[in-house]
């Protein structure tokens, strides 16, 4: 009955230990849901799909010192998609640069990262041009989580979503 008291105890103490970070995603925005191509024209990336380009900040709500190890960490988007589940590790620009990112009791930091989100899925079509349906259904069960040796973050939040159909 002890050990399971402790192991509760364990568990509580270490779900409590990262309410001390926040992800939150300030603004997302989607491009080439809608791509309209001329005859003489090619435009990179437009048959890989929908882009999305996040901004988001970590918020340190403690009021100690939170390091973050950005070489040894990944940030993974999920999102659902007619009952099924697709996650993909997505880049940080800039952030892998850094050894030891420290933030202050009550500060936040910035991250930028960008991703197509349908490439290696099913969902991607070849000669499809048109995302707008696929990604009504998407959108709403976006989640970003960042993970590291002993800390992992769920996005918290989403606060504005802006479309480009290019």
């Known amino acids: 009955m002890r050990y399971v008291v402790l192991i509760l105890l364990l568990i509580l103490m270490y779900s409590k230990s990262f309410s001390q970070l926040d992800l939150i995603v300030e603004e997302l ?3 080439n849901v809608i ?3 001329s005859d003489n024209t090619i435009i990179e990336g437009s048959e890989d799909g ?3 380009n996040l901004n988001c900040v970590i918020k340190n709500t403690s ?3 939170i390091k973050l190890h950005p070489l040894n960490s990944k940030f993974i988007l999920n999102f659902n998609y007619k009952g099924d589940k697709y996650n993909s590790e997505i880049i940080a620009f800039v952030f892998d640069d850094s050894d030891i990112i420290v933030i202050q009791p009550n ?3 910035q991250i930028s990262l960008g991703e197509h989100l349908l490439l290696g899925t099913p969902i991607l079509v070849e000669n ?3 995302y ?3 990604m009504l259904e998407i959108l709403p069960t976006i989640k970003l989580i960042y993970e590291e040796k002993n800390i992992k973050i769920k996005s918290t939040e989403i606060n504005r979503v802006t479309v480009n159909s290019w």
């Open 29 to 31: 925005i989607v491009s």
């Open 35 to 37: 791509v309209q191509l």
């Open 50 to 52: 929908p882009y999305l």
């Open 63 to 65: 009021d100690s010192i």
């Open 107 to 109: 500060e936040f930091l």
């Open 128 to 130: 499809k041009y048109d």
């Open 132 to 134: 707008t349906f696929d």
